[in-house]
């Protein structure tokens, strides 16, 4: 059984179209047919009574003068009157034959009529009429057996009409249907695909415009309001971002100071100790803080970019310099492949934020001891740059996800902190140098690439 | 299903002679029935009259008890010489008479039908004349001397018959 839920409303729309014309033809034609049938037979009923009538009247004398010669001559009359009268008997009084014209091989039997006056039997239809004479004395009866050729005949054709007229029935049905359904499921599949992009932007002020006051437009509406709250909870949420971020900026910025200046005055020990681990977590700290900062202003549209021209080898040699730097564990990132001493555009400190976030990543991520390659290469115009790590690897699933705000994976066995905003700055940075960022990941680790434009197709300044 | 009996010969004549002869008086009786004496008086009784003797009178008495002719009592007459011959609608001539058939057409007045049993007898004048043809009863019929007597014969009946010029 077809579960109609799973049916697209498009067919769906189709079906019905279909099965109602074709439901109310069927019933339409079968009734047609019905009575056209019932008026032949009833019109062959009135015609061959009638026939039974005459030949009945022209036998009294027939009868009378017993020349059944005669009589056998008016019968075989028929055969220009009524050529699919295929037997007519006439007998006498006591039921015997009197004359009789057969086109078959003569029979005795004869379908039982009772007390009717005629009946239909198979393909036949059998009449009988009484001789009466001027007397009203009765003298015999007419039989008369016609053969109902010509009803095959009209039933095949009516049916071919029928058929026919279906199949053209069809044919508007489709049509009629496919029109109307760029009313309704284009509409909704229209909704569908605006929904998808606001799930995959994160643009929630889309506004989808529809006229049309039925229950898809009202879907359509409430589809809009609804969207207007999300944007609106979006939009506090953002702000409250930028807010806390800023509000938390301001103390942190005294603690840090603060902080300096003890390191410089306390030089004993454990003092000094607990100072350098007030440093790094205020270092976390403020990692953290600067992270939703650029949230924030990817939010609210404030993110701008410092073009200039440099030097992408120089920039990951940098990059990876500072990262070996702060690393405690044993990693080792080993610059791999060629230099290609190429110039980009863009905003240095930007793309090295993204080559250090992408690079701690693969430090964090990575068993201890294990290498970590960087590499760069240019293909198809574009500058690509490789960070391979040997850690687990990422599910396939969270490929995409990644790469989007406040994501963090799920079934990682090693708990790492953070808001799970780095990726996604990396992306927005990536994306409005006209890059691409993207993750090839198996079981013996990951691979994050990031293209950038080279120097000719590079953003305008 | 009923099964309808073929009695091929019941129609056929049977061979004895009252047959023969009740079957010719039941024939005038039902020419009656066929014909319109225009020219006759309508309001009396039905005359039908024999010249001479025949078989066919006992049965034709005997239709004459028991039928009439639209509503009027048939009378038998029998005429023993031609000069004796009055108005009748019907005049049967039995066959092996004395007289000739010319001398008995002429005492016929108008409005008299002649019935007759002798093979030529229908060219000769007689407007229907008894046959026997293929064992079967049959009746020639002379549309001259139809018309001649002045009586409208039904064309159901003259479609029976075998027209003589």
Redesign the interface.
């Known amino acids: 059984m077809i579960n109609l839920r799973n049916i697209s409303i498009q067919n769906k729309l189709v079906l019905i179209q279909v099965l109602t014309s074709v439901f109310v033809l069927a019933i339409f034609f079968t009734g047609f047919i019905m009575i056209d049938i019932k008026d032949y037979k009833e019109r062959k009923v009135k015609s061959i009574q009638s026939i039974a009538k005459v030949l009945a009247a022209?036998n009294?004398?027939?009868i009378?003068?017993?020349?059944?010669?005669?009589a056998k001559d008016i019968l075989s009359e028929l055969q220009n009157v009524a050529p699919d009268i295929v037997r007519a008997?006439i007998?006498d009084t006591d039921?015997?034959?009197?004359a009789q014209f057969s086109k078959t091989k003569a029979d005795?039997?004869?379908?039982?009529l009772g007390n009717k006056t005629f009946a239909f039997e198979g393909r036949h239809l059998y009449v009988t009429n009484p001789i009466v004479?001027?007397e009203n004395e009765l003298a015999g009866h007419v039989y008369i057996d016609c053969e109902l050729s010509e009803l095959e005949d009209m039933k095949s054709k009516k049916f071919g009409i029928a058929g026919i007229s279906l199949v053209v029935a069809l044919g508007c049905g489709f049509l009629i249907a496919f029109i109307i359904q760029t009313y309704v499921s284009k509409r909704l599949l229209f909704l569908v695909e605006k929904m998808k992009e606001a799930s995959e932007t994160n643009n929630y002020r889309l506004v989808i415009k529809d006229d049309g006051k039925d229950e898809i437009g009202i879907l359509i509406k409430v589809y809009n309001d609804l969207m207007y709250q999300v944007n609106e909870s979006q939009q506090r949420k953002d702000e409250f971002i930028g807010i806390a971020s800023h509000e938390l900026k301001t103390p942190l910025t005294s603690i840090k100071g603060y902080i300096e200046l003890l390191n410089e005055m306390e030089t004993r020990q454990p003092q000094q100790i607990f100072i350098q681990k007030t440093k790094e977590s205020t270092a976390k700290l403020e990692h953290l803080i600067a992270d939703l900062l650029d949230v924030s202003r990817i939010n609210s549209g404030q993110l701008q970019l410092n073009i200039e021209e440099f030097k992408m080898d120089e920039l990951i040699d940098e990059s990876i310099d500072s990262i070996s730097a702060g690393i405690r564990t044993d990693h080792t990132i080993i610059r791999n492949g060629t230099f290609n001493d190429l110039t980009v555009k863009g905003d240095r400190q930007r793309i090295e934020q993204v080559l250090i976030n992408l690079l701690s990543n693969a430090v964090k991520y990575s068993p201890p001891r294990s290498d970590i390659f960087v590499s760069s290469t240019i293909k198809d115009e574009q500058l690509i740059v490789e960070i391979k790590d040997f850690g687990n690897g990422i599910p396939e699933e969270d490929k995409e996800k990644i790469f989007e705000r406040f994501y963090r994976a799920r079934n990682t066995s090693v708990h790492i902190s953070g808001f799970g905003l780095g990726l996604y700055i990396c992306s927005d940075i990536i994306k409005r140098h006209n890059g691409k960022i993207w993750v090839e990941s198996g079981a013996k680790g990951s691979s994050f690439f990031f293209s950038l434009p080279t120097i000719k197709k590079s953003i305008p300044i | 299903?009923?099964?309808?009996?073929?009695?091929a010969h019941?129609?056929a004549l049977s061979q004895d002679e009252g047959g023969e002869a009740s079957?010719k008086a039941a024939?005038i009786y039902?020419f009656t029935?066929?014909i319109e004496w225009e020219g006759a008086d309508n309001s009396g009784d039905f005359i039908i009259g024999i010249v001479g003797s025949s078989s066919i009178s006992g049965p034709l008495e005997k239709i004459a008890q028991t039928n009439n002719v639209k509503g009027r009592r048939i009378l038998i007459r029998y005429y023993n010489s031609t000069d004796a011959i009055g108005f009748s609608h019907i005049l049967f001539i039995p066959r092996n008479q004395s007289s000739s058939l010319p001398v008995i057409l002429e005492k016929t007045a108008k409005g008299t039908l002649t019935v007759s049993e002798e093979p030529g007898y229908a060219k000769m004048g007689s407007a229907f004349n008894f046959i026997i043809k293929n064992d079967?009863?049959?009746?020639e019929a002379n549309l001259n001397a139809i018309y001649a007597a002045n009586v409208k014969v039904?064309s159901?009946?003259l479609?029976?018959a075998i027209l003589i010029d």
């Open positions: 022209n009294v004398s027939t009378q003068f017993q020349d059944n010669e005669a008997v007998t039921g015997n034959t009197f005795s039997s004869w379908f039982d004479n001027a | 299903m009923i099964l309808l009996s073929f009695f019941k129609y079957l024939f039902n029935k066929y079967k009863l049959k009746f039904s159901q009946l479609k029976l």
